[in-house]
């Protein structure tokens, strides 16, 4: 039994970062104040080139709910692409219908483009009206997992319904809790829900390095960056449910 860490990258530092961790892939993002949106090609290339971690850049052209138009959906599938061409691991994605449901079609589309690269669905799960159900629809669709935080604004809330999950998915799709998963409880996530793989922010807020700021324009200017001291507390907890 193996298990593996997943952590959010949304600068080229925490890209770095995130190397010397002892993570096992990086979900890279962009826009962190919306929840992630897609990276730019320099980002990618550059964090590709950087990083022989497992690399999953996310696939969401804009902030807001899961539910895309028709030009979106272009922009997705042109992603996609762009990730294969530069040499990517995977992609994360997640596309609803508006009452709730998994966008089978779409998702599927997306998946098959992505191919033979591996796909991830994201917390869009989150917001279906069943997710036991929408297990089902994500499977059919040729994801190779799911993270949720069980329908919950955090991981350790939604325990129950993740464990759940984890029993229906029967190693057919791998169920990734994430959202509030750090040192001090991802060993108690994993014997509760027995998920083998975890994600995590690892977040810290970053000051501005300038030496001269503005005062008067009221901001911090304060950068997300990863806490590798936090990454490497998450890997311990797991190393010691093995022992």
Known sequence: MMYLLE???FTIESV????QSGAHRIELCDNPAEGGTTPGYGMIKTARERSSLLLYPIIRPRGGDFLYSSE???IMKRDVLLCKELGCDGVVI???QSDGSIDKKRTAILAETAYPLGVTFHRAFDRVANPFEALEDVIACGCE???TSGLKPAAPEGAETIAHLVRQANERIIIMPGSGVRSDNIAALAKQTLATEFHSSA???VNSSMDYLNNSMNETLQ????NIAEVKAMKVALERLLI
């Open 72 to 74: 979106e959906f272009e």
């Open 145 to 147: 997992r799911i993270l």
């Open 16 to 19: 770095l970062l995130a190397q």
């Open 7 to 9: 952590v959010i990258a």
């Open 94 to 96: 997640g596309l609803l």
């Open 223 to 226: 950068t997300v960056q990863l």
């Open 203 to 205: 977040r810290q807020m």
